[in-house]
């Protein structure tokens, strides 16, 4: 039997702010099991938000500075929470942000240096969980299925919907995941424009109609042809999803009530096309299972066929965090942890690199 503490971080596309779960891990009988014992959220300053939107921008020599700031940053609020909480941590396992992500070119960065956040925490870490995948011919995501299959596999499928929406299910004994496309970063992109963080509940989008010339141009997108594996990132918001919001104009409410419809369309459309069974069960995760209005439109456009599953709010909110304290524990113990079936890589991998605090 082994055993893990691992406090895991994640920092998603939604910018929404920094995750951090401490976990209890456990393997018994080749069997990994879990509990999420402390959770805190960091909320990004309104200056750290635009800092992480705009990386994409910086120069090499800015966004490595940066890079190394926020790897200090992210430490400092892991130490500042194993102290608060009192926590005995053996490793803190940490996503980073996502700055650039262009697996076509073989690259993909996500910021947040992993020795400056061992040194600025006291404890080990463990980072870096894609470029592996890459060098091995891999997207380098998705990388949450390895804990879908190690832990969700009761379910026929686990959808995140996060600031983007990906889908993992079980197909001829392997696992299967890609990004579908877009989530919560066309709804905040459209709230930000008033100001507005996010549409809580999706109430505003329940007030609104749908913009019709708006949702063929979104259903349109030719990401959405692709076959798998596939990835999107920022990147791809920006040059294709973006310019449809900014030219269509129209009242706010209208806008996002036409993205939720968008959103929903194509992830009932891959859950119906990989169906193999009469009866399913969806597992919904990530702050858009709080959409209120997003898993109505989601629950009418599935149909009756499928139950919709949207767990307990500390599971909604910080499995992406508890999966890569999993993933931590996985890279520990060489087990692999990204799954070429999912990423197109030319073999399995056990992926991370450790630091140490210096």
């Keep these: 039997m082994k055993n893990y503490k691992i406090l895991g971080l994640m920092s998603g596309t939604s910018l ?22 402390n959770t805190k959220s960091v909320d990004y300053t309104q200056e750290m938000q635009l800092a992480l939107k705009d990386s994409i921008h910086l120069s ?4 490595l500075e940066f890079h190394n700031t926020y790897g200090t940053w992210l430490g400092e609020q892991a130490k500042n929470f194993i102290d608060e909480a009192n926590l005995e941590v053996d490793y803190i396992a940490s996503h980073g942000h996502t700055s650039h992500h262009r ?25 870096d ?11 380098g995501a998705p990388l949450v299925p390895i804990g879908d299959q190690l832990f969700f596999s009761a379910y026929d499928f686990c959808l995140n919907l996060g600031g983007i929406s990906n889908i993992s299910f ?17 709804l905040n992109y459209i709230t930000r424009k008033i100001n507005l ?5 999706g109430e505003m989008a329940k007030a609104g109609k749908i913009n019709s010339a708006m949702l063929k141009e979104l259903n349109n997108l030719r990401y959405y042809a692709l076959p798998h594996p596939k990835s999107i990132g920022y990147e791809w918001f920006l040059e294709e999803v973006a310019p449809i919001v900014d030219r269509t104009k129209d009242k706010m409410e ?6 939720i419809h968008h959103i929903c369309e194509k992830v009932a459309q891959q859950i119906q096309i990989n169906s193999k069974k009469d009866e399913q069960r969806v597992l919904v995760t990530g702050g858009g299972a709080l959409n209120t209005f997003l898993i109505d439109v989601l629950k009418e456009k599935l149909g009756d066929r499928t139950a919709v599953v949207v767990p307990e709010p500390i599971l909604i909110e910080f499995k992406e965090a508890l999966v890569f304290a999993l993933m931590g524990a996985l890279r520990v113990e060489r087990q692999i942890n990204v799954l070429s079936s999912v990423t197109g890589a030319r073999r399995d991998s056990s992926s991370g690199v450790i630091y140490l605090p210096n």
């Design 16 to 37: 929404d702010g920094l995750d951090l779960a401490y976990c209890h891990l456990e393997e018994v009988n080749g069997e990994w099991q879990f509990k999420i014992k």
């Design 60 to 63: 090499a020599e800015r966004l």
């Design 103 to 127: 697996p076509e070119l073989g690259l993909t960065f996500q910021m947040g240096s992993g020795q400056h956040m061992a040194n600025a925490s006291g404890g080990n870490v463990i980072c």
């Design 129 to 139: 969980f894609r470029t592996n995948d890459l060098a091995l011919g891999g997207q």
């Design 170 to 186: 079980q197909l001829k004994n392997k696992r299967i995941a890609y990004d579908i496309g877009l989530a919560n970063m066309i």
């Design 197 to 201: 963080d996010y549409d809580n509940g």
């Design 254 to 259: 209208n806008l996002l009530h036409t993205a």
